[in-house]
């Protein structure tokens, strides 16, 4: 055996041993709210990003039937060569307005929006600021370019003010504060008042990751640049289609005019990877068509995150705190993590534990996430079962 295949073997066997080795469950049904998988049939899925329930709506199924008639399958192209139709440019123009910006560029995904976003706009004079929970597709963009890098604690904005000031000093020309939105592990909002006011104060732009919160965070959906009150003082927002809305794939960059200009003459990821799917297209024009029409989504996924949060809490669990359907359940030991998920799934509910690298060492959970498609009835057989498991184990 060649020695570097020696190597990976003995590391796989290490994360085996740490009882880190993450499954993959094979699911026989649509994504809902209660799925069928190769190990449990009906079982309640509380650990999709489904938060709205729209990955198996009629309505989203129908768009996407009718656009391959129309746009057909695939367009086996790029957008500026011969890779652009008009449902992606009325998609761009929807988004923009649902989120109250001067334009949007699609992307295949929000990892490839981030990863195209810091190369094209920031130069070896320049700074990127980034909290430091941050969602890997930002620091992977953040490494692709040349930009003087700066790390604040997360939601720490003294510590940020400590990096703008010194970025500032360092002479850096352009600064840009990178941020997600909500912080998938934990379920945090960001404390985006905070960092748009140092924003204006040194000058800077504003980059927000909302793909955990577009559709279903603020009053009408708008994300937490809507929740937090700053509409209007982000310069970027990145998201996707594969989470709240809709929950198939494809991401976008959505911000002030002359951003999306120059991301679509120079992002590498837009000019040198394929148009997205016109039916991801239709479908997500279909979402925006549903969410700006009424909040009644977002208003169920609110109302089942706080009953479930409260039922949790009952039962002495240590749940992260906050209002998001991202409702961590901390349990900190990887073992214990992956044993509790496993006899959770034996009950009738899919959840998954968490554990290093997708979260710090000593910080396993199970992160479940809460869906407009949940009823009550789902949600108490899941407290019900997290009940169980917790006596079993003695936890």
Same mark, same amino acid.
């Given at each position: 055996?060649?020695?570097?295949?020696?190597?990976?073997?003995?590391?796989?066997?290490?994360?085996?041993?740490?009882?880190?080795?993450?499954?993959?469950?094979?699911?026989?049904?649509?994504?809902?709210?209660?799925?069928?998988?190769?190990?449990?049939?009906?079982?309640?899925?509380?650990?999709?990003?489904?938060?709205?329930?729209?990955?198996?709506?009629?309505?989203?199924?129908?768009?996407?039937?009718?656009?391959?008639?129309?746009?057909?399958?695939?367009?086996?192209?790029?957008?500026?060569?011969?890779?652009?139709?008009?449902?992606?440019?009325?998609?761009?123009?929807?988004?923009?307005?649902?989120?109250?910006?001067?334009?949007?560029?699609?992307?295949?995904?929000?990892?490839?929006?981030?990863?195209?976003?810091?190369?094209?706009?920031?130069?070896?004079?320049?700074?990127? @600021?980034?909290?430091?929970?941050?969602?890997?597709?930002?620091?992977?963009?953040?490494?692709?370019?040349?930009?003087?890098?700066?790390?604040?604690?997360?939601?720490?904005?003294?510590?940020? &003010?400590?990096?703008?000031?010194?970025?500032?000093?360092?002479?850096?020309?352009?600064?840009?504060?990178?941020?997600?939105?909500?912080? #998938?592990?934990?379920?945090?909002?960001?404390?985006?008042?905070?960092?748009?006011?140092?924003?204006?104060?040194?000058?800077?732009?504003?980059?927000?990751?909302?793909?955990?919160?577009?559709?279903?965070?603020?009053?009408?959906?708008?994300?937490?640049?809507?929740?937090?009150?700053?509409?209007?003082?982000?310069?970027?927002?990145?998201?996707?289609?594969?989470?709240?809305?809709?929950?198939?794939?494809?991401?976008?960059?959505?911000?002030?005019?002359?951003?999306?200009?120059?991301?679509?003459? &120079?992002?590498?990821?837009?000019?040198?990877?394929?148009?997205?799917?016109?039916?991801?297209?239709?479908?997500?024009?279909?979402?925006?068509?549903?969410?700006?029409?009424?909040?009644?989504?977002?208003?169920?996924?609110?109302?089942?995150?706080?009953?479930?949060?409260?039922?949790?809490?009952?039962?002495?669990?240590?749940?992260?705190?906050?209002?998001?359907?991202?409702?961590?359940?901390?349990?900190?030991?990887?073992?214990?993590?992956?044993?509790?998920? #496993?006899?959770?799934?034996?009950?009738?509910?899919?959840?998954?534990?968490?554990?290093?690298?997708?979260?710090?060492?000593?910080?396993?959970? @199970?992160?479940?996430?809460?869906?407009?498609?949940?009823?009550?009835?789902?949600?108490?057989?899941?407290?019900?079962?997290?009940?169980?498991?917790?006596?079993?184990?003695?936890?």
């Amino acid at each position: 055996m060649k020695q570097a295949l020696e190597k990976y073997r003995n590391e796989l066997e290490a994360i085996r041993q740490a009882g880190t080795w993450k499954d993959e469950r094979v699911i026989t049904t649509p994504q809902k709210s209660r799925i069928d998988t190769t190990q449990a049939k009906q079982v309640v899925n509380m650990c999709a990003n489904n938060y709205l329930g729209l990955s198996n709506h009629p309505a989203l199924i129908e768009a996407a039937k009718e656009s391959y008639d129309k746009w057909g399958f695939g367009l086996s192209s790029v957008r500026f060569i011969c890779g652009t139709q008009s449902v992606h440019k009325q998609l761009e123009q929807t988004l923009a307005e649902f989120l109250s910006m001067d334009d949007v560029i699609l992307y295949s995904s929000c990892f490839d929006a981030n990863g195209g976003l810091f190369e094209t706009l920031l130069g070896p004079e320049d700074a990127v @600021i980034s909290d430091e929970l941050n969602h890997a597709s930002i620091i992977d963009g953040v490494r692709l370019c040349k930009a003087k890098r700066f790390r604040y604690k997360n939601n720490d904005m003294d510590d940020l &003010r400590a990096q703008l000031t010194a970025a500032k000093e360092a002479g850096c020309k352009v600064m840009l504060i990178a941020t997600d939105g909500v912080f #998938s592990m934990d379920g945090y909002i960001a404390n985006l008042q905070g960092i748009c006011d140092l924003a204006e104060e040194f000058g800077a732009l504003v980059m927000v990751d909302d793909s955990h919160a577009a559709g279903f965070m603020g009053d009408t959906g708008r994300g937490t640049p809507e929740y937090c009150g700053v509409q209007g003082r982000v310069d970027i927002i990145t998201g996707t289609f594969g989470k709240a809305l809709g929950g198939a794939s494809g991401g976008y960059t959505a911000a002030r005019q002359e951003i999306v200009d120059l991301l679509r003459q &120079r992002s590498r990821p837009y000019l040198f990877s394929n148009t997205l799917a016109p039916a991801v297209c239709a479908a997500s024009l279909k979402t925006l068509e549903l969410l700006m029409a009424s909040t009644e989504l977002r208003d169920k996924v609110h109302a089942n995150t706080a009953y479930f949060r409260e039922q949790l809490g009952k039962l002495g669990f240590d749940v992260l705190p906050g209002t998001h359907p991202i409702v961590p359940v901390m349990l900190y030991d990887a073992k214990v993590a992956g044993e509790f998920a #496993s006899r959770m799934l034996e009950k009738g509910v899919y959840v998954v534990g968490f554990s290093y690298p997708v979260v710090p060492q000593g910080k396993a959970r @199970i992160r479940t996430q809460v869906s407009a498609g949940h009823t009550r009835e789902d949600l108490d057989f899941a407290v019900q079962c997290f009940r169980e498991v917790k006596e079993e184990m003695g936890i």
